[in-house]
């Protein structure tokens, strides 16, 4: 049905980014393509440099020029190719429709306004609010992300704040216009665990509240089969493996992320058993090879994966891997979690 | 039985003062990063310390390595006070005992060759000439999985993960017995964060290692760990073997934090159930009165607030298990 089509909030095709160095080009996202459903969580995970937080940068085209430039692909958010917007259409997106919850809460503020200030602000440009209506309506946001006293904290600085409370005004500052995709790239990784538990939640309840689409970029495993419903899992700039969570958890096809799954530390690990990390270290994103990229530091290569690089199938409904051995880990005639 | 432990620290306190003014300054209060904790590690086992930003598990660190001053208390290595020795005596200690690092960007001298930094101990140390010295390193580098003609090479020409490495060679240089590991995977990628993890373990049978592992990530601790201390704003509030913590832990923070990790499996994740600890860690300068933890706990009672818990032992099994908590065991509605 048409339904499925327009279930469909976002759509990322072949998206090319790259960064112009004086050592070369770095290919840093190099073809990702997905698409984000309405009020789905989708997490993307991989390691530092995979290309995850310059994914979520190029939806929102905050990649700094002129070291980096989108060289390729389309975003299609509601009918229209982000790639394409000048910067006023831009500027009504940012903060509106699509808005962004910043790792380091710590920077992303604005050290000399005050926080509600900050939170206003959004409103007052996106709404056109007055500043009175404006101060009302951030006071509202300011209590349902959960600020103690947040009638006395409207008026403190960011660095009265923790790092928790911090992270809050900013989830507050990035759902002030209900916007229809909230994209967090590793919301709570400067965080405690038990801040980053409460953070989550937060984030959690109010997509249900607001039925908006979460993108989430983690490196944190359990964040994922905690709060995600779909999964992409990136290596050196392109997705590998792009299914649901199930899927990915307890059924991966790819290498690189059987390899992920056994080398996290498991709180319910039954006794002490030995990771088995995956070998070798990501490469370097310049010059990189035709081949397949994890070729380096994978078990299973075959003559395929030496010449051209596997493009991402759908080997089962919903089920996308970027590996020529797929098929056989999903068979069963490769083992996955064995040795 | 004492003579298991190869280190013992006995109400152990440092408090940082605090004071303002320019010239003429006034004290003004203090910080109390450790506050009265005891704890003995028992030879080749890990001890593992957890506890959030600031709780002081790194100050303990630093106070049994002496290289902050301790407020009071005494660490008992190998029967002896670290506390009581004279620099010289330190000094020579200080070869059982050796640091590594969280940070491997920032714990090597970007100026020094990888052979240099692992050589510098011996240098330091006096040990062996020049010819040994460069074949010792070169066996160092090849125990901690680099290649041993990368001896010249800088530290930027490695990535982080190797790096650790260079700081683990650089650690076991002088063959230590007691190893204190400050965080030293929390700045890695998970896949070579089980990399080292991996090489921890192996160096610890090989050379019969006893770890001081320091970390805030519980299931990291819980993995490499025999025993585990739970820290929280500058006490020790549980002490127990790490599989009795994880199964049957007493002190409601403990389970707030055990229950705050998510676990990478989401079929066990949906049917969960989480204790969110409301809140942040209060200040550890004005800490709050009696139980520490009382703000924000969701057991707590009047006594709480009033008095302070004793770290007392609640064993069921044999096993020591230690709770500071006027209410331990009780489970969180």
Do not use: W
């Amino acid at each position: 049905m048409v339904e499925t089509e327009n279930n469909k909030i976002l759509e990322v095709k072949d998206l090319k980014t790259y960064f112009y160095t004086d050592d070369g080009i770095v290919k840093a996202v190099d073809g990702v393509s997905f698409d984000l459903k309405k009020g789905e969580t989708l997490g993307i995970v991989g390691e530092t440099g995979c290309g995850k937080s310059v994914t979520a940068l190029s939806i929102l085209r905050l990649i700094p020029q002129p070291i980096g430039r989108i060289v390729g692909g389309e975003i299609i958010f509601e009918g229209r190719d982000l790639l394409k917007l000048g910067q006023k259409d831009l500027q009504n997106l940012r903060g509106n429709k699509i808005s962004m919850i910043f790792q380091d809460p710590m920077t992303s503020l604005n050290p000399v306004y005050t926080v509600g200030n900050q939170v206003m602000e959004s409103l007052i440009v996106h709404r056109k609010l007055k500043k009175e209506e404006a101060r009302i309506e951030s006071l509202k946001l300011l209590e349902m992300v959960g600020i103690p006293e947040f009638k006395r904290r409207f008026n403190s600085y960011p660095h009265e704040f923790s790092g928790g409370m911090r992270q809050r005004v900013m989830i507050a500052m990035a759902i002030a216009n209900s916007p229809s995709i909230l994209i967090a790239d590793e919301p709570t990784t400067a965080l405690d665990v038990t801040v980053q538990a409460q953070i989550l939640e937060l984030m959690h309840e109010l997509k249900h509240k607001t039925n908006s689409s979460i993108i989430i970029i983690t490196h944190d495993l359990g964040v994922v089969a905690k709060y995600a419903d779909r999964v992409m899992v990136m290596y050196a700039g392109r997705p590998v493996e792009f299914s649901n969570v199930d899927n990915i958890f307890y059924k991966p096809m790819h290498p690189y992320t059987i390899g992920l799954m056994k080398s996290v530390t498991r709180l319910d690990e039954k006794k002490r058993e030995k990771l088995k990390p995956i070998e070798g270290l990501p490469p370097s994103l310049i010059d990189l090879p035709e081949c397949c990229i994890f070729r380096a530091r994978c078990k299973y290569i075959c003559d395929e994966c030496k010449k051209e690089y596997p493009p991402l199938v759908e080997i089962e409904k919903d089920h996308f891997v970027s590996c020529y051995r797929g098929k056989e880990f999903m068979e069963g005639i490769i083992e996955r979690f064995g040795n | 039985m004492e003579n298991n432990k190869l280190l013992e620290v006995k109400n152990l306190k440092k408090y940082f003062s605090l004071r303002s003014g320019f010239l003429f300054q006034k004290f003004t209060g203090s910080v109390k990063a450790v506050d009265d904790i005891s704890f003995y590690i028992k030879r080749g086992e890990t001890f593992g310390l957890v506890g959030e930003t600031g709780c002081g598990k790194t100050t303990v660190a630093r106070v049994i390595l002496r290289l902050v001053q301790q407020t009071s208390g005494e660490a008992i290595y190998n029967g002896v006070n670290l506390f009581k020795l004279n620099s010289r005596e330190m000094f020579k200690i200080r070869r059982e005992i050796q640091v590594i690092f969280q940070d491997p960007y920032a714990s090597l001298s970007p100026r020094m060759t990888v052979g240099d930094i692992i050589n510098e101990p011996f240098e330091i140390h006096k040990i062996g000439d020049k010819r040994k010295r460069i074949k010792k390193v070169k066996e160092l580098l090849r125990v901690v999985g680099l290649n041993p003609e990368h001896i010249h090479r800088y530290p930027h020409e490695f990535s982080g993960g190797q790096r650790q490495r260079v700081g683990v060679a650089r650690a076991l240089a002088l063959t230590p017995k007691l190893l204190l590991c400050d965080e030293p995977v929390s700045a890695l990628d998970v896949s070579v964060q089980a990399q080292i993890l991996n090489l921890l373990t192996e160096l610890q049978k090989e050379f019969n290692l006893t770890y001081l592992f320091i970390a805030h990530d519980l299931s990291v601790v819980k993995h490499v760990s025999d025993r585990i201390g739970v820290m929280y704003l500058g006490k020790l509030v549980e002490v127990a073997e790490s599989e009795d913590l994880y199964k049957t832990p007493l002190h409601p923070y403990t389970m707030g934090l055990l229950s705050a990790i998510p676990i990478p499996d989401p079929e066990l994740e949906r049917k969960r159930k989480r204790i969110v600890l409301e809140g942040d860690v209060p200040s550890p300068i004005n800490p709050p009165s009696g139980c520490s933890f009382h703000t924000r706990c969701p057991n707590a009672q009047d006594i709480c607030s009033i008095e302070e818990p004793e770290l007392k032992d609640y064993s069921k099994n044999g096993n020591e298990h230690l709770a500071a908590c006027f209410f331990a065991g009780k489970p969180i509605a």
